[in-house]
């Protein structure tokens, strides 16, 4: 039967078709929905986990297809570095069973630090990568990534991008699925101990080997050639080549080429596919990867071929791609005269920014304004970190100084206590943040001997991706109860001596703590522990009294979006508010109240 | 058929229930789709928007500019903000209820939406609807969702019968807001229906 899925949904359908024996990941906009879906389906057999961050997924899945099972792994782009290290591994030492990284880039970028191209990361690591245009193709894809992978005996990437992951379509689901009989790991150290002496060896195996893998691609169902022989054409990859499909079904014999599979570069396919062709714009997001395949290609068989694309200025370096910016270049590359799509739009008025805020009732709000509240008139730094409490750093909260990558926060925060021994820094980390990245930090702080207090704002979950649990939840992918890892005893065991856990709502209780930690030296946390409105509704809420005197204190502190003013009355909207009473206790006359309070 | 629809409001206000359920409706019709969210980081309070492609050759999963049939829109700048994608003659459902963000409370803007609204009233065909106080009358702002979708099915511009969008909401509503959902879908309707047949001549 077909079912409407997510592109991420339509890649877990694909690899359990492709009979996927263990699936492991890390949560991370646009990849999350691959390990989600698959939970979701019957899957019998398959080992799920959200493993603790990407290196671990990746580490686990290798194993596995040392056994010889087939193996996915999810993550987002930025999570390929924190994998890279198995990753630039395990391409020397190559898998038995399927092993298919996914890793979603995130051109715009729409929700990530990095504008990077996962290509990239396939030719530095020297392995085959797919690059789907549409949720459909994905499904098709993932299954002969898997093939490839076994083929080859190469670990390979699949790299969707946003609008893949998240594009919905039909693909085919069905009422069970089987896991592939798989033979068991068979010993053999030449094999899978990395030594200098067998990466030597593998190293000029594998360069070999990827000439055969080019070749091999130059067939590949995904490179495609349609229109007609002519001097100007277009190369296009990823959702580029769906926008530049698009635009071109009026122009049907402009001759437009598709590369799914940029490395190893299928040279033979793009060689054919661009005889007689006198100049080739190349559309792709992220970086000009394919653009400089075809400057290689033009160099080494001295082509008399113009190359056109971001390095040429026809195409912008940064930001994705859409429809319109891509029927825009192809209109002038092509010398196309049509009237420019869309209405005239005049005398527009000021539209209202909206940049993304923590929810109403976030109890990440509360444990911000504790610590600004506690730190008010001395010198600190804030360290941020990767998560929805990154939008503390939004006005008027504004307690966000740095924000780097996962788990740096609490490092960096020990870099300025080694630079100031003045300031007091902290280090804000999410408790899922915490598990991936944050305790070696912790570990390095002690040792070291910081001067720093760490902020864990655990609201039990992994709330911006979408609510994923973590080792600090209990309840793991495979539905059994693992029991909580408790965060307390974690830094108990590295030896913090001062460790405070307190409701984050119960502001003059979270003050004080922030207070007293921040009072003594060395390495101290405080735990701000409330659930994620999302996952826990109070079922409360705050209302005002006739006492306000509209000084609106509540508005200007805390910038929760259920108080807005109306008629220049602050007001709370019943729709939004929890009931958390944080601007309640910020009220100066005490004119705010929670439901049933008077 | 061929029709491109774009659902637009702010993060958390149910806009991507209704996109499924036009999605869902439309292959229930057999009709080829393809749609495409805001996901992430921007639906914490920020703009959010789906694309709904219906037809063979809709290849691009986000609508070219110019090229909607129906925008439904849950809050009156956001449809302001999206207005160049929708066609010369295309038909704009809109909710007048403003969403304040909280950057205008703090700097007393006094964003309301009315300004919105009249340009709107000004530039394109529109169903405007109050959609604060239908969902009061509804019992709850949960409903906003199925109202607009409702609206938007009475306007003849999805396409679509009505009997297959009931369908497709039994399906994904759970069932003790069955009876609430299917009231506002029909007092949507019934509202859709009323303002275009006003507006013949």
């Given amino acids: 039967m077909k079912e409407y899925v997510m592109g991420n949904g339509a890649i877990a359908l694909g690899a359990l078709k492709a009979g996927v024996n263990v699936a492991c990941g890390y949560p991370g906009t646009p990849s999350s929905e691959i390990i989600e879906t698959l939970a979701k389906y019957p899957h019998e057999g398959l080992h799920l986990e959200w493993s603790v961050n990407e290196k671990a997924a990746l580490e686990v899945a290798a194993a596995a297809s040392y056994a010889g099972a087939r193996a996915l792994v999810t993550m987002k782009q930025v999570g390929l570095n924190v994998a890279s290290d198995p990753l630039m591994s395990l391409a020397y030492v190559g898998v038995e069973g399927g092993l298919v990284v996914v890793s979603a880039d995130d051109p715009g970028p729409i929700s990530s630090q990095t504008e990077q191209d996962t290509r990239r990361f396939a030719d530095f690591a020297r392995i085959p990568v797919f690059d789907p245009s549409s949720p459909e193709e994905a499904f098709e894809m993932i299954q002969d990534a898997f093939a490839c992978s076994e083929k080859y005996k190469t670990p390979v990437i699949f790299r969707p991008t946003t609008r893949v992951c998240h594009g919905y379509a039909s693909v085919e689901a069905q009422e069970r699925y089987q896991p ?18 067998l990466s030597y060896k593998n190293h000029g195996l594998i360069e070999k080997r990827n000439v055969r893998i080019g070749e091999d691609f130059s067939s590949y169902r995904y490179n495609t050639i349609e229109g007609e022989a002519s001097e100007k054409a277009v190369l296009a990859s990823g959702i580029s080549y769906m926008y530049a499909k698009e635009f071109l079904k009026d122009h049907p014999k402009i001759r437009l080429l598709r590369i799914a599979t940029a490395y190893p570069f299928p040279e033979d396919f793009a060689k054919k596919a661009l005889s007689g062709v006198k100049e080739v714009l190349c559309l792709e997001e992220l970086s000009p990867y394919l653009e400089e395949q075809l400057l290689k290609l033009a160099g080494k068989h001295a082509l008399s071929l113009k190359v056109c694309g971001k390095l040429t200025g026809h195409v912008p370096h940064m930001g994705e791609n859409s429809a319109d910016s891509i029927a825009a270049i192809l209109q002038e590359f092509l010398g196309i005269d049509a009237p420019k799509g869309g209405r005239k739009i005049t005398d527009l008025p000021s539209l209202p920014v909206r940049p993304p805020v923590l929810c109403a009732g976030c109890p990440h709000r509360a444990s911000f304004y504790a610590v600004k509240r506690a730190m008010a008139g001395q010198k600190t730094y804030y360290c ?215 | 058929m061929n029709k491109d629809i774009l659902i637009c409001g702010v993060g958390g206000q149910g806009t991507v229930l209704a996109s499924r359920i036009i999605a869902a409706a439309a292959m229930a019709e057999g009709n080829i789709v393809h749609s495409a969210e805001t996901i992430g980081m921007a639906q914490r309070g920020g703009p959010v928007t789906s694309h709904v492609r219906i037809g063979e050759t809709a290849y691009s999963p986000l609508i070219p500019l110019g090229q909607a049939d129906l925008i439904i829109g849950f809050e009156p700048s956001e449809v302001v903000r999206n207005l160049g994608y929708l066609k010369e003659d295309g038909l704009a459902v809109v909710n007048t209820t403003a969403v304040k963000p909280v950057t205008a409370s703090l700097s007393d803007s006094g964003y309301d939406g009315k300004e919105m609204t009249d340009y709107l009233a000004q530039k394109v065909s529109c169903i405007f609807a109050d959609g604060e106080k239908e969902c009061q009358r509804l019992g709850s702002v949960k409903f906003l969702n199925i109202l607009l979708l409702g609206i938007a099915s009475g306007s003849g511009r999805l396409g679509l019968q009505k009997e297959t969008i009931l369908g497709e909401i039994e399906k994904r509503v759970p069932a003790k807001f069955r009876e609430a959902n299917l009231k506002a879908f029909l007092s949507g309707f019934e509202i859709g229906t009323k303002k275009e047949e006003d507006k013949e001549p």
């Fill in chain 1, 180 to 197: 592939k009989a798989f033979a068991g790991f068979q010993k053999d150290a030449g094999r899978f101990v990395i030594f200098p002496r």
């Fill in chain 1, 384 to 598: 941020g970190d990767i998560g929805c409490y990154t939008l503390g750093n939004s006005m008027p909260l504004d307690m966000v100084d740095t924000c780097l990558c996962m788990g740096a926060g609490v490092t960096m925060a020990q870099g300025f206590s080694h630079v100031d021994g003045e300031g007091k820094a902290f280090a804000f980390i999410g408790d899922s943040t915490f598990f991936a990245s944050g305790i070696t930090g912790v570990v390095n702080a002690v040792f070291n001997e910081a001067d720093i207090t760490i902020c864990i704002l655990d609201n039990s979950t992994t709330a911006m991706t979408g609510h994923q649990p973590h080792p600090g939840t209990g309840i793991n992918m495979m539905g059994h109860d693992a029991g909580k890892i408790s965060i307390e005893k974690i830094l108990q065991g590295i030896g913090l001596e001062k460790i405070v856990t307190v409701d984050p709502l119960k502001l003059d209780e979270a003050i004080e703590a922030v207070k007293e930690c921040a009072s003594v030296r060395g390495v101290k946390a405080i735990i701000f522990r409330s659930p994620c409105i999302a996952i826990e509704r109070s079922g409360k809420t705050c209302s005002i009294k006739d006492s306000c005197i509209n000084c609106k204190a509540c508005i200007r502190q805390t910038g929760c979006p259920a108080l807005s003013l109306s008629d220049g009355k602050v007001t709370i909207d019943a729709s939004l508010c929890t009931g958390c009473g944080l601007c309640a206790q910020v009220c100066p006359v005490h004119a705010i109240g929670g439901e049933g309070d008077e």
